[in-house]
């Protein structure tokens, strides 16, 4: 039986323990030929409702950034109807390198492990394991006591519950220090240790526990350590390791062989670097830390990554494989966020969006380039990814240009939309 014949999930499972075994050129090159097994499968971009010729555009300007040495690669992948009607990688793997950028380049996503996460819990709240609606407090204990900072510096007792859904959208009152830059709350959250990486996921989240809200639970959106905590709640409830949870409920069933928290030190000769270190940002993929870090700690290829993505614009579901009912995601995909907890926070995606669970939501596509009901997320590298329900279309991008991600937000928008045939 060739493995064009076999299931989705068992050519997944085939897959997953050839690669385990070593098998990556060889298996990078049988994915691109054979649609049973790669992520990436053509398209007519006419047929498709793709301008081509006004996609050179992206071509052009990624390959003027790669010559002036802004970046040293990149990759941008663009599709529609669940095909593949765009990708082309730039430049090389890093700066000195000659490995050019690939589909099976491994790079840093980031903060594009937050919507997987989310994902992963969601599996846990169709199993009766897991509800986003009761209070953090029923799976990590330490959040029944937590107090708000107030102007003056001074805490006061936290006098509405954080519930799960909070931390999967953004409204627990929590914060990432380099957000709130300067502000005092910020020194006094890195003097608590927000920026360890030595304790594990369960340690982590009661280190959390005793910093200071920002605003009270379910009142503000502030980009924060949520999905860290939602790591630990996860475990808890599904009574195991995080990188086990996302293996068992996401990789490994969509054969994403080429993501995990790490990286066996067999691939280093895959990963992406940037041109700019970022102030230590970019961590070493094949050095372990005892946190697993929800929030940011996954790296990915882009053929990986495309078959979460499908998945999402699947409804749920890729190649007969189902990892969230419709319903669920469906549920994902509801704003979890008023004009008035947008406005009470900072760092919010922008005009005419909203935030669900784990994914950023477009509201409102007359101040919003994607269709209404886009839902994505992106990475502090710049990594990002989107999927547009109204338009039937889906887009990856992969870099590593901290300085330069809001900027190739905007680019990819521009690019991407002027050439999408009405």
Do not use: C
């Amino acid at each position: 039986m060739t493995i064009r014949r076999l299931s989705a999930r068992a050519a997944a499972l085939l897959l997953t323990t050839a690669l385990a075994l070593g098998v990556t050129t060889e298996a990078a090159a049988q994915r691109r030929a054979n649609p049973a097994v790669s992520s990436i499968e053509r398209g007519d971009a006419a047929s498709l409702g793709i301008d081509l010729a006004k996609l050179e555009a992206a071509s052009a300007g990624l390959k003027a950034d790669v010559a002036s040495g802004k970046i040293a690669g990149a990759y941008l992948l663009v599709g529609r109807k669940g095909k593949v009607v765009y990708e082309e990688g730039f430049g090389t793997q890093g700066p000195g390198q000659k490995t050019p950028v690939t589909s099976e380049t491994i790079f840093r996503v980031f903060s594009m492990t937050k919507p997987m996460v989310s994902v992963a819990a969601m599996t846990l709240v169709e199993e009766g394991k897991l509800d986003v609606d009761a209070p953090v407090s029923k799976y990590l204990p330490e959040y029944a006591n937590l107090r708000v900072w107030q102007a003056d510096g001074s805490t006061v007792p936290a006098t509405k519950p954080m519930l799960v859904r909070h931390l999967m959208s953004h409204t627990s009152g929590l914060i990432y220090g380099f957000v709130s830059g300067n502000a005092p709350i910020a020194k006094v959250w890195a003097e608590g240790g927000e920026n360890r990486n030595d304790v594990n996921n369960r340690e982590y989240a009661r280190l959390i526990a005793k910093l200071p809200l920002k605003a009270e639970p379910g009142t503000a959106w502030n980009y924060s350590r949520s999905t860290d905590v939602l790591g630990a709640v996860v475990e808890v409830a599904a009574g195991k390791p995080l990188d086990v949870v996302i293996r068992e409920r996401i990789t490994a069933p969509l054969g994403m062989n080429d993501t995990g928290f790490f990286q066996p030190e067999s691939k280093r000769a895959r990963f992406a670097e940037p041109v700019n270190n970022g102030g230590g940002v970019y961590y070493d993929y094949a050095k372990p830390t005892p946190l697993l870090s929800g929030g940011g700690g996954l790296s990915s290829t882009a053929e990986d990554y495309l078959r979460f993505v499908l998945m999402l614009a699947g409804e749920g579901q890729y190649k007969g494989v189902r990892i969230l009912k419709k319903e669920t995601l469906a549920r994902m995909r509801q704003d979890e966020t008023t004009p008035e907890i947008r406005r009470a926070g900072v760092f919010f995606p922008g005009q005419g969006m909203g935030f669900g669970l784990g994914f950023s939501l477009v509201n409102d596509d007359k101040v919003q380039r994607p269709g209404a009901g886009t839902f994505s997320w992106w990475g502090i590298a710049g990594t990002e990814f989107w999927v547009d329900p109204k338009n039937d279309a889906f887009m990856i991008f992969m870099v590593q240009a901290r300085e330069h991600a809001q900027e190739y937000q905007r680019k990819n928008r521009q690019w991407i939309y002027d050439a999408l045939v009405k």
